[in-house]
């Protein structure tokens, strides 16, 4: 299972949006709403902010949204803010009854 | 509190086996499916296995499969990862996971594990 693909790196300044993307396949992206989204600061464990490609968990701010169009998902973060800094990961359930990440995208805030 | 702490990691040999365990707390741990999660040094995330509520259906990646077994005990709220013929590449930080529609929803801390002579 081939990881999905990320840009490795993306910018922005404090109070713009971003939009990271995230490509798979239509033996995963496209085949299913399974796609989330993690948020990972260095030295510290993963944390969900997006489930189910557009849901978001209790607690995580509504800066943060999920959508998907075919084999891509998209997570954006509007309203930039230092603390939005961190690598983010996405992931998806796969046909084969596997998980499957993205590679990463590391998110600098200028 | 939802709270998930690993142990178990350590340094092995080449060939050797180890035993990871996630010891969970805060929620109804039978109910729930769980998932180990890797990291090498410096690089992604890398799903490993998981697990349903009852331990009678497992998955792996092809990267462990045949080496690594998912176990967990209910009555003891523990997850278990059993990981024989180490290679180098097995090297990361091991996290435990709730599952949460198919997503990871709490992770514990990590524990490592380095592979090397």
Known sequence: QSALTQPASVSGSPGQSITISCTGTSSDVGGYNYVSWYQQHPGKAPKLMIYEVSNRPSGVSNRFSGSKSGNTASLTISGLQAEDEADYYCSSYTSSSTWVFGGGTKLTVL | ?117
């Open chain 2, 1 to 117: 509190e939802v709270q998930l702490v690993e142990s178990g990691g350590g340094l092995v040999q080449p060939g050797g086996s180890l035993r990871l365990s996630c010891a969970a707390s805060g929620f109804t741990f039978s109910s729930y499916w769980m998932h180990w999660v890797r990291q090498a040094p410096g690089k992604g995330l890398v799903w490993v296995s998981r697990i349903n509520s009852d331990g009678s259906s497992t998955s792996y990646a092809d990267s462990v499969k045949g080496r690594f077994t998912i176990s967990r005990d209910n009555a003891k709220n523990t997850l278990y990862l059993q990981m024989n013929s180490l290679r180098a590449e097995d090297t990361a930080v091991y996290y435990c996971a709730r599952d949460l529609v198919a997503a990871h929803d709490y992770w514990g801390q990590g524990t490592l594990v380095t592979v090397s002579s």
